[in-house]
């Protein structure tokens, strides 16, 4: 009896415990079910629950190697072809009488010129990749590199900034000779009339925007009336103030333009073809103390007079220093091959304020490894934020123009010479680093996935992102 009892309870323990294992299980299994769900859907919790400038700005790290382009998308207005490609069309209209030659020759190659013959103007230390290349270009080259953008998108809501490919330099130099204002002025005003009816310019009313001009910002800034005045009135317009404007030379007072390099002779394939021209010119041998190429400006201005006096400096110091005269009848400059020439076997190269505070040459000394002298600290330093480091010491020599004209016959030669020579050395590895971010590859560039490195295009439209992200922040704030 005792055993069959004994037998009896632990059945109806076990019958007992069956109901509680069961809904242990249920449990575990109801839970497990709700945390995979919950896993499935977190990015879908995380993106439904905040804007699209939320998602741009917090949540770029999580996604970024599914989304390589996050923060980095570009759209392209499609505006009207009267403001860009009909401009080429009727591209004798941009050349001048004083132009030598005819401006459709520089539209070959995305804008890069024609191609400079290798076997005729080049010597072995040259790839293929040079072009006889226009400075006032700079539309026509970037709208060619950014159609080949890799981060572009129709999709508006997922850009994180807008492109305007208006040419507005070329139709700057298409009217030129317009002696009524009101009709050089008449194209910018029609494209801001045409772009504030899209749902794009809506949003921020074109705070997230940019235009890309080749030709300096004084050329926009007839703030004038009058037909005398120069230029026509782009960037005073106000639908302009929004606008993030990357330009060759900026105002110094204005907020919302950023210089970019002029485009230069050369356009490379590769970045092994720019690291195989960087090795060539470290290894050049500089037979020239110092140099000049450029022409005379009209002596009744500040910037005439300091050219003159960079000249004759030039002539006295003949034994150490090259002059390289530019003006139109002299021809010393219409070859691009002896212009770098000249730079290559320069140890520094002069760089006075022009007709602006900026000049083509800086660039084109930069790229032939020659250390520049500027004697105006808006000639590049108050410029190429994006593009030139703020240790302006360590790649440039900087001359007041005070210190010049008081400093003698002599002064620049006398200054050039009293720099140590390991620290010569230091300031053209410095400047032959900068080469990558002043030259603007060609628009079929081959980028490998290892690649790092950037162009003068790359920097540029990181940093326009960059700006408008910062004002999309202080408009939520």
């Known amino acids: 009896m005792k055993n069959s009892n004994s037998s009896s309870s632990i059945k109806n323990q076990s019958n007992n415990k069956k109901p509680i294992t069961l809904l242990l299980l249920l449990s575990l299994f109801t839970t497990s079910l709700l945390l995979l769900r919950l896993s499935q859907n977190k990015i879908i919790?995380?993106?439904?629950?905040?804007?699209?400038?939320?998602h741009h700005r917090r949540h770029k790290s999580s996604i970024l190697r599914e989304e390589p382009c996050l923060g980095r998308y570009i759209y392209i207005h499609n505006i009207p072809s009267r403001f860009n490609t009909d401009i080429l069309q009727d591209c004798e209209s941009i050349s001048r009488p004083k132009d030598k030659v005819s401006m459709c020759k520089y539209l070959d190659n995305y804008g890069f010129g024609p191609l400079i013959n290798n076997s005729v103007s080049l010597d072995s230390r040259y790839s293929p990749s040079w072009y006889a290349t226009n400075q006032f270009m700079l539309e026509v080259i970037f709208h060619e590199k950014m159609k080949r953008y890799e981060c572009l998108t129709r999709?508006?809501?997922?850009?994180?900034?807008?492109?305007?490919?208006?040419?507005?330099?070329?139709?700057?130099?298409?009217?030129l000779r317009r002696r009524n204002a009101a009709e050089r002025d008449a194209a910018g005003k029609e494209m801001f009339e045409w772009l504030k009816?899209?749902?794009?310019?809506?949003?921020?009313?074109?705070?997230?925007h940019f235009l890309v001009t080749g030709r300096i910002s004084r050329d926009f800034r007839?703030?004038?009336?009058?037909?005398?005045?120069?230029?026509?009135n782009l960037m005073l317009l106000p639908e302009s103030q929004n606008l993030s404007f990357l330009t060759i030379e900026r105002s110094l007072t204005s907020h919302n333009e950023f210089a970019i390099p002029y485009p230069t002779y050369f356009h490379p394939t590769s970045s092994i073809e720019i690291r195989q021209w960087q090795d060539k010119i470290n290894l050049t041998n500089r037979t020239i103390l110092f140099?000049?190429?450029?022409?005379?400006?009209p002596s009744r201005n500040q910037n005439g007079l300091l050219r003159?006096?960079?000249?004759?400096?030039?002539?006295?110091?003949?034994?150490?220093?090259k002059f390289l005269d530019c003006d139109v009848k002299a021809n010393g400059c219409d070859d691009p091959m002896g212009l770098m020439k000249l730079f290559e076997s320069s140890i520094f190269c002069l760089q006075p304020p022009g007709d602006s505070f900026t000049r083509r040459s800086i660039f084109d000394s930069i790229l032939a490894g020659c250390i520049p002298v500027f004697f105006n600290q808006g000639s590049a330093y108050k410029q190429y934020e994006w593009h030139l480091p703020n240790n302006d010491g360590e790649y440039s020599v900087y001359i007041p123009v005070k210190e010049l004209r008081t400093g003698g016959?002599?002064?620049?030669?006398?200054?050039?010479?009293?720099?140590?020579?390991?620290?010569?050395?230091?300031?053209?590895?410095?400047?032959?680093?900068?080469?990558?971010?002043?030259?603007?590859?060609?628009?079929?560039?081959?980028?490998?996935?290892?690649?790092?490195?950037?162009?003068?295009?790359?920097?540029?439209?990181?940093?326009?992102?960059?700006?408008?992200?910062?004002?999309?922040?202080e408009i939520q704030d």
Request: hydrophobic fraction near 30%; charged fraction near 30%; proline fraction near 4%.
């Open 45 to 54: 919790l995380i993106t439904t629950t905040t804007t699209i400038s939320d």
């Open 155 to 175: 999709n508006s809501s997922l850009a994180s900034a807008f492109y305007i490919p208006y040419y507005a330099g070329l139709d700057f130099r298409r009217n």
């Open 197 to 208: 009816k899209q749902p794009q310019w809506k949003g921020l009313s074109g705070k997230d």
């Open 222 to 232: 007839r703030n004038s009336n009058t037909n005398l005045g120069w230029g026509t």
């Open 291 to 297: 140099s000049f190429a450029g022409a005379q400006r």
């Open 308 to 321: 003159t006096q960079v000249i004759q400096q030039c002539k006295s110091s003949s034994k150490t220093c």
């Open 409 to 473: 016959k002599s002064k620049i030669e006398e200054i050039l010479r009293g720099i140590p020579n390991e620290k010569v050395i230091g300031m053209r590895e410095n400047v032959i680093r900068l080469i990558p971010k002043i030259v603007y590859t060609k628009p079929n560039r081959h980028k490998s996935d290892a690649e790092t490195l950037e162009d003068a295009f790359d920097v540029s439209v990181k940093g326009v992102i960059r700006r408008i992200e910062e004002k999309r922040r």
